[in-house]
């Protein structure tokens, strides 16, 4: 297993692409605090996770990332119960489909408080845990394309996975002597409600031409980069933007 003992967070853990990086971990052996919006979305996930593997340590919580206090809080709770973190998935996010024209500062304003804020607050806090544990860490922040080629109608979130990813490598060069690796996945589309709420049918169709593996990805296909990422088969892989998008974006 790769992941054995290693305490885990994964934010927006509780459905689509952070619930398949939860159940991998927990496969690899992790130790697995998944995060959601609302304590009753976290603990339905902590059962379901539960139900599959009897045996796995794993617990739901509410997670307010887009308030400071709750969020040092909540880890200096993670770090007295668990004595270390090593590895953090800032995965939750959210989208807006408004076009520049139309877009109000309040809609702007909530993408970047979860997206990028949510982040930076969640990667701060761990951060200063993990330099003190002193073993390192790894910290992998879930980008997207549009964070590198844009697209229409999504202004506020192209901008926010842009900001992902420059704050990927910047945490990156920063943090690398203390052994803790900063690194971006950057997915393409995925079949989660995310894409469900605010794809088209004939968007998504159309999209679907544009990618060389001719589909939309499964969670599922997400779940393994992270763990490539979270573990010591990446202990020479930092800064990296790593695209995993059918080949949409090359
Ligand atoms: N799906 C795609 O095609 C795609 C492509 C590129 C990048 N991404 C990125 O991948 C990540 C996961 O996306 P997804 O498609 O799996 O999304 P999703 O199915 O919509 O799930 C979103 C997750 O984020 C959590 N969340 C939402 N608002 C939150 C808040 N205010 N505070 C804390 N947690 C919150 C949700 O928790 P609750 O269940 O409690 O609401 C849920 O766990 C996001 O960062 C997204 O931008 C997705």
Redesign the pocket.
Known sequence: MKLEGKVAIV?????????SIVERFLEEGAIVI?????V???KK?EKECLEKYPNAQVVGV?????STEKVEMLISKIEKEYGKIDILV??????TTQSILELTDSEFDQVM???VY?IMRMTRAVSRVMVKQKSGGSIIN?????GIYGSPRQPA?SC??AAVLGFTKACAKELGHQNIRVNAV??????????K?N?SDEMLESLKKMIPLEK??D?KE?AGIYVYLASSDASYTTGAVISV?GGLVM
């Not at 998944?34 to 609302?38: D, E, F, I, K, M």
């Not at 509410?62 to 887009?66: I, R, V």
């Not at 800032?90 to 989208?95: D, F, L, M, P, V």
């Open positions: 934010t927006g853990g509780t459905r689509g692409i952070g619930k998944l995060g959601g919006s609302r009753e979305t976290a996930a509410e997670m307010e990332l887009t800032n995965n939750a996010g959210i989208t408080q979860l997206d949510g879930t980008a997207s394309m549009v979130y926010a996975k950057a997915p393409g589309v995925v079949g989660t409600d995310m894409v709420e794809v939309m990805a969670p997400l998008d």
